[in-house]
């Protein structure tokens, strides 16, 4: 038994002997429960010590000081139970790969979803991502809330699809910026039209990825497999010798890197840009000048307890709706893909930070003349 199936079964259990015990505890005598409990706090608290050591110390301080001369001692009894109740939201909830990529990379993310089910099996709620069938977002849902939701209630893998797309999105950026704030568990794809120099945000290009065209990319996909079973708590076959992965990372690796190629992008970039600044709206072009009128060039994302606003300079724009959201969002992926703007930096809370660049300055000058 692997040490995070131990701790959840001990966790497990811990919560089934408290739940048999009641609920009234102060004047209690220590019983056959109480003794059960302390040991499975004995158990527990060196293997959460190097992940956890405040929670560790004070299970084994409870340990120690649960069982008061024959009697529960109430206090420690409720470091206990917060205790184990903390350790069951982050040890025991349901394991779950998660996809960040663009839209436009639909194609790549389809060919990664039919190899991955052939290993970790086809359920839905072991998967998601936004534009595969019975793995997407369901009709009606809030994109945002239900991204939370998905970093909230489930452990995640997270898979990130780095293309010259994705970092055209303010939502894929979110999300990129979450799982580095969690810590979350990652693994990096790179599609054929994308380098390493391309990478930037908090996942950079010094971290290991796979990139679909490259000459490790065998052994890297090896790697990523073994850590996909592992996360799943799945056996890992031997693929060195395991004739039918070879196949399908073969398959695999054959169809994402006919994708997206250079020159294919390169075709279209120019007619692209045109079509996206005369799509510029008349407020798209008053958001800009207001923004490029400020001093740092920067817009913050801020979230609250009563929603979303932007900040840009002095002025406040509050989000109401999700019309709102698809406007600003809509917005801000035109900035970036024409080069006006970048994402400086995450906040506190993972949200980006853009910057203009010198482009948008000019492109405002335009305007006025």
């Not at 084994?60 to 139970?81: E, M």
């Not at 979450?178 to 290009?205: H, M, P």
Request: hydrophobic share 35%; charged share 30%.
């Amino acid at each position: 038994m692997n040490s995070k199936i131990q701790i959840q079964h001990l966790i497990t259990q811990g919560h089934g002997t408290i739940e048999s015990m009641g609920y009234f505890y102060t004047g209690t005598r220590v019983g056959k429960n109480t003794i059960k409990l302390i040991g499975i706090i004995k158990e527990l608290y060196p293997l959460i010590y190097d992940s956890y050591p405040t929670i560790s110390k004070t299970l084994a301080d409870a340990s120690l000081k649960l069982n008061d001369n024959g009697t529960i001692n109430a206090f420690r009894f409720g470091d206990v139970r917060t205790s184990l109740k903390v350790l069951k939201d982050i040890y025991c909830r349901s394991p779950k790969i998660f996809i960040s990529h663009k839209s436009e990379d639909e194609d790549f993310v389809k060919a990664l979803v039919k190899l991955l089910r052939l290993y970790v099996g086809s359920e839905s709620d072991k998967i998601f991502c936004s534009s595969v069938p019975n793995y997407k977002i369901g009709i009606g849902k809030n994109i945002y809330p239900e991204i939370k939701a998905q970093f909230e209630e489930h452990e995640v893998f997270m898979i990130i699809i780095h293309s010259p797309r994705y970092y055209q999105s303010p939502i894929c950026l979110n999300e990129m910026g979450a799982a580095w704030i969690q810590n979350k568990e990652y693994y990096s794809f790179l599609t054929a039209d994308c380098e390493y120099n391309d990478l930037r945000g908090v996942i950079d290009n010094k971290t290991i990825s796979i990139k679909v065209n490259a000459k490790d990319a065998t052994d890297r996909m090896n790697e990523f497999m073994r850590k996909v079973l592992d996360f799943f708590n799945m056996p890992k076959p031997d693929f060195s010798t395991f004739s039918q992965w070879e196949t399908d990372r073969n398959e695999f690796l054959k169809e994402v890197c006919k994708l997206n190629s250079i020159e294919e992008q390169g075709e279209t970039t120019k007619d692209s840009q045109k079509s996206m600044l005369d799509s510029f709206s008349d407020i798209d072009k008053e958001r800009l000048t207001e923004w490029a009128s400020c001093d740092d060039g920067e817009c913050w994302i801020i979230e609250t307890m009563d929603g979303t606003s932007i900040q840009i300079g002095e002025e406040e724009f509050c989000i109401n709706n999700g019309r709102e959201r698809s406007e600003w969002n809509d917005f801000f992926e035109r900035l970036i893909e024409l080069g006006f703007a970048v994402i400086d930096r995450p906040n506190s809370d993972g949200s980006p930070i853009y910057k203009l660049k010198k482009a948008a300055y000019d492109y405002v000058e335009s305007l006025k003349s």
